[in-house]
């Protein structure tokens, strides 16, 4: 393994979050020294980030660790072109009020990853709409758009996958690189950075930054991308059958992210461990070299410290105890999911199919019916053998009815007054 100067480069490098970077050799030079500013942009699509935006997340916290100064760069400005990077379609124009409530939701994320202020290595928290939405088209294009070649624009993945496949790319959107570059030079000059990191899909959008930055400031600056990640069997990150495993509680109750956590798949503790957590790495080497059932402990430790950066100790402590009561066949249910139902729902009598949709226990009707078929559907820890079933009010215990996908997701329903 080499032998790298920077604390920075060391850590990323060992725990698997280097994809690519432009010169690894001079950016491990440059943050060997006194602290620099790196940053790493997040468009306000949506009010919370999931578990796939921990790739990006991470290495900001590292280098905070590492004594260095990062930037959370939101794209205020750039939320309402949106990227098209390898996507099929546009996406939805937000409205700035949409826009200002996103921004705000990201914000609580970040604050438990990052440490803001105003000291040296301090976190700051920067909107790209303070320079775009000031800008005026013809001097742009003019002082900016010159240093772009169109022919190279189209020559990168995330255009040119979509021309291939002939799907409509606006004049809006393919000038979102152009922005992103802008992004990058203009940190630079406000604030000395000198990185920008993103996910693997960026890298067309990072060197463009880098090199504007160079031909119209003589700056140099450097790129550094992670990994796609995706599981050992397969999936992409961050998403399963029932959706996104979002960061927010809103969205996401601390249980359920939780057992996320817990349900990793064998193959993929260790590396998992690396990425996501603060473990030391000797830590982390005695737990992946557990076998058979010692896994487990892995796991949970793996539930544990995750679930402690995204929500907090006192969350990820609930978690675990909720857990343990599901799994040892506790009736405690507090901590766990919750749904709320009409009570007259109940009343007229609610088939157990809807219900394991409505949990988020199954994507569809047809889904769950399969769920049922296999067995691996419960109502209050007993198995469910008919599809047919109805859950009334007498179904309903003091404090709620359990609803299990197997023996290790569960949601608890309860009905309204």
């Known amino acids: 393994m080499p032998t790298h100067r920077s604390d920075f480069v060391r850590t990323l490098a060992e725990r698997g ?164 570059a802008f992004d990058f030079l203009e940190l630079s000059r406000r604030h000395g950075c000198v990185l920008q990191m993103g996910g693997s899909d960026q890298w067309g959008n990072i060197v463009n930054g880098m090199e504007l930055g160079r031909r119209v400031d003589q700056r140099q600056l450097f790129g550094l991308t992670t990994p796609l990640l995706t599981t050992a069997s397969g999936t992409k990150m961050g998403k399963t059958a029932g959706g996104a495993i979002w960061l927010n509680a809103a969205r996401l109750a601390p249980y359920g992210f939780w057992q996320f956590w817990r349900n990793t798949e064998d193959a993929d503790v260790g590396r998992f461990l690396r990425l996501f957590t603060d473990l030391p790495l000797d830590e982390i080497e005695h737990l992946e070299a557990l076998g058979g059932a010692e896994i487990n402990v892995a796991k949970a430790v793996l539930a544990n410290e995750v679930t402690k950066l995204a929500h907090g100790e006192d969350a990820a402590l609930k978690a675990t105890e909720a857990a343990q009561a599901a799994f040892s066949g506790s009736e405690a249910l507090d901590g766990l999911p919750t749904i709320r139902v009409e009570r007259v729902a109940f009343e007229r009598g609610v088939g157990v199919v809807d219900l394991l949709v409505a949990a988020g226990l199954a994507g569809s009707k047809g889904e769950a019916r399969r769920l049922i078929a296999g067995r691996g559907a419960r109502l209050n820890d007993e198995v469910i053998d008919d599809e047919s079933v109805v859950v ?26």
């Not at 943050?31 to 940053?39: D, I, W």
């Not at 750039?78 to 546009?90: C, L, Q, Y």
């Not at 990853?113 to 000031?134: C, E, I, Q, R």
């Not at 009334?392 to 007054?417: E, M, P, Q």
């Open 392 to 417: 009334t009010l007498d179904d309903l215990r003091r404090d709620g009815l359990k609803l299990s996908y197997g023996r290790k997701r569960h949601v608890v329903i309860r009905a309204d007054a």
């Open 17 to 180: 979050f280097i994809h690519q970077c432009t010169d690894l050799d001079g950016l491990d030079l440059a943050l060997s020294g006194p602290p620099r500013v790196a940053y790493i942009g997040f468009d306000a699509t949506a009010d919370s980030l999931h578990t796939g935006h921990l790739m990006q997340i991470m290495p900001l916290r590292w280098l905070q660790r590492c004594g260095h100064k990062p930037i959370v760069l939101i794209g205020g400005g750039t939320t309402r072109i949106g990227d098209p990077s390898f996507r099929n379609s546009s996406r939805p124009l937000l409205d700035d009020v949409q826009i200002a409530a996103n921004v705000a939701g990201l914000r609580q994320i970040f604050d438990r990853y990052l440490t803001f202020g105003d000291k040296a290595t301090d976190a700051v928290l920067v909107n790209n709409a303070d320079w775009l939405d000031t800008l005026h088209f013809i001097p742009f294009l003019r002082d900016v758009g010159r240093h772009f070649s169109v022919n190279r624009m189209l020559s990168f993945d995330s255009v040119r996958t979509r021309l291939d496949r002939e799907e409509p790319l606006s004049l809006l959107e393919f000038n979102y690189m152009i922005l992103q």
